[in-house]
């Protein structure tokens, strides 16, 4: 489904649900449930599968709309010259890292370790963990996928993390590419520019089992700056310090051959900050509310990427003109952020949460009816930890369900 | 691990870490994460598996504390001449649910019709799902579970409602086991009490696919009213004029087997409100900091059932003397409440989320000192979306890991 911006303006948030879904009778989809879990246990494409046969709630995304973000980050960084590593902790499917890959990335970053085991054992090469290696746990398996998989690279902010690395892959005759972790002024995870983060990366240079490769420094609280011309700012002014460092490091002789960052609020800006090598950006595949808040270069609506997840519910309860409730609570909507979704295509309406399974819709001038069974579609706060709350994705084109694909990283075992 | 009240108390929120627990090192615990998943593969009990050679962020379960929860329930209902039917979507495991029914359940609610799907595969029984079961899909998977499993209960709220289900289960020559949803003046879901829940009731008796066999009254909004006396009267208060509808339809001549409501927060309330037949409890086998906070019979924290139920992290940053980085984060810790996990057995520290993989415990005058890889445990904010974060939860008794159950009915395909 291609628009153009004119018209994807005049849809609102623009995933049009071209009119509400009616309601299937019982006889007319009779055994749909069966047969989407028939045709997904072969391993053939779907067919014949309505978005409406879905169950709901259940994860959708417009393929179409994927598939143009992923060309697009992927054109813009050639373009940009810098390279791309895109965030697996975004989507945590292995499926649409392939296509990442295929587009032209290197590989995929990836927050935690069994992200990163996941995406290996699904062919996904080039894997940065972007998260701090700590404790025996995260260490050995670390060493184990290094051992498979040699490119495989993590981060380090502290002395006392180099030397429990290193200590681990002497032990397991590996070398485990490391880059210096530096902190863009978040207090999260990072060591401190200047002359820590040069001392931490020449400590890493000389320890037998460890390999410097590089420097890592993400600033989450850039990202989501609003206003891109602030957004700019932020970036610049918080990347200055640990740029410095990777100058410093290189001064010293020490071989930096990447230095990653950037998020999908700042993809457009540090691919002009010296000294970075590529972009980590996430949730441009997918966007949410909260990035379409931060505006962008030309607007209020931050609109580089199109909104292509969607979470699928089902008009549950219908007992007050003023109501709907919908099958999609707590545990179907990501709650970390102070705002709820938006229902997709449809105006004075609002959803809170109404417990673990259930949403309320408020009409207030609703610009639809909304009957007993009706669908609604919902864009979502905040993307990543949306996706992580189901196992499956339901990728469609219009009202077609075409591909299901597994969450194969989500979760925690 | 058995503590008297005064021992309960001086412990604060209960869950001892007896000392800080010594990070492992690499050699000591070597192949601790091949040997966890060779024991879980083999579906052996674990054996020598301690704590602190868990993958961070895991699910724990206090063993001793669950089963004391579990037995406590049980024994209330006992005394209380009242039915208990635990609800499943707490923690859709059904290794739990074949513990309630071992000790004394009917069986267990579920809120989704996927949840009952796993607990009917699981072998139990007694299925009440509390959820209204609307749209094509779910209609179609009721009526597949009622015909293995006969005495399969659902919920309606709506008179077209009713003509969907029982069109459904004419067709498929099944009955579907039905109650009356009646609105404790939520307005979530449930009908209007009085003469719309008769007219309700009525109309299920005279649909041949359906069997009328009771009322299902939850009063969400009284479950976390603070102290007692308040929570006391606000579930009377609004069980009220539904319980008026129970005895109308009864005086109608009408079969009311199965009077269903309750929650944690009013199961020593709800027994005494006549009409009740059963109590559908679910958070009182792990309980929250949102419980906690309620306050009880005899004091301000509510104590009645003991906290079971911890995350396990890792410090994997600890750059700056006023803070510590967890790797618990939004995708960790469930989030729709307005306030943090607590740390377990630790004063003057305080959680923030830090992302979607990390937590910030900022230390003001922090009991313990925090270095890097040391092991906290956080109380979650909310135990039900909390648990279906997770596909496994390790059970422990002390420092030993006794064994690790599946999520099974967690998450959303």
């Known amino acids: 489904m291609k628009t153009t911006r004119r018209e994807y303006i005049k849809e609102g948030i623009g995933i049009g649900l071209s009119a509400p879904l009616m309601m299937v009778s019982a006889s007319s989809a009779a055994h749909a ?7 997904l246990q072969s391993g053939q494409t779907l067919r014949g599968i309505q978005k409406q046969h879905l169950p709901t709630p259940s994860l959708l995304i417009d393929l179409d709309r994927l598939e143009a973000n992923i060309a697009k980050m992927a054109r813009h960084a050639r373009e940009s010259s810098i390279n ?54 995260k260490i050995e398996r670390l060493v184990r996928l290094t051992k498979k998989h040699p490119d495989t690279m993590s981060v380090c902010d502290n002395p006392a993390h180099a030397e429990q690395l290193n200590e681990a892959a002497v032990a397991a005759k590996v070398q485990l590419n490391v880059l210096v972790d530096i902190d863009p002024a978040g207090r999260r995870t990072g060591i401190q520019a200047g002359e820590p983060a040069l001392n931490l990366a020449k400590q890493i240079d000389q320890l037998p089992g460890l390999r410097l490769c590089g420097v890592h420094c993400y600033s989450g609280a850039s990202s989501h700056v609003m206003g ?18 990777v100058a410093a490091i290189k001064g010293a002789g020490l071989p930096i051959e990447i230095v990653s ?82 229902v997709v295509g449809v105006e004075g309406v ?31 706060p905040h993307c990543d930890p949306n996706v992580n709350l ?15 694909w597994r969450i194969d990283a989500r979760g925690h075992l």
């Not at 449930?33 to 045709?39: L, R, W, Y």
């Not at 891109?228 to 460092?245: C, I, L, N, Q």
């Not at 996430?282 to 997840?309: A, H, N, T």
């Open 84 to 137: 791309l590593r895109p965030h697996a902790k975004t989507h945590k499917c292995s499926e649409i890292a392939k296509r990442q890959l295929k587009a032209g990335a290197l590989g995929v970053c990836t927050s935690t370790i069994r992200e990163a085991e996941v995406m290996a054992k699904a062919g996904i090469g080039g894997l940065l963990i972007t998260g701090e290696m700590v404790g025996t746990n």
């Open 350 to 380: 609002e959803y809170s949460l109404g417990g673990d399974e259930h949403g309320i819709l408020t009409l207030k001038e609703s610009s639809r009816e909304f009957r007993l069974g009706d669908r609604v579609e919902l864009l979502v």
């Open 261 to 342: 960052g950037g998020s999908t609020g700042t993809y457009n800006v540090d691919p002009g900050i010296k000294g970075m090598t590529e972009l980590q950006t996430g949730s441009y595949i997918f966007m949410d509310v909260d990035y379409r808040r931060i505006g962008g270069k030309d607007g209020e609506i931050y609109e580089d990427f199109q909104p292509s997840l969607t979470v699928l519910a089902t008009v549950v309860s219908k007992n007050h003109p003023d109501r709907a409730t919908i099958d999609a609570g707590i545990k179907a909507v990501a709650t970390d952020r102070a705002f709820g979704p938006q």
């Open 390 to 404: 189901y196992d499956r994705v339901y990728c469609v084109r219009g009202d077609e369900v075409v591909e299901a």
């Open 33 to 39: 449930a069966v047969e989407i879990e028939k045709q």
């Open 228 to 245: 891109f011309a602030d957004r700019k700012a932020h970036s610049e002014r918080v990347m200055g310090p640990p740029m410095e460092s």
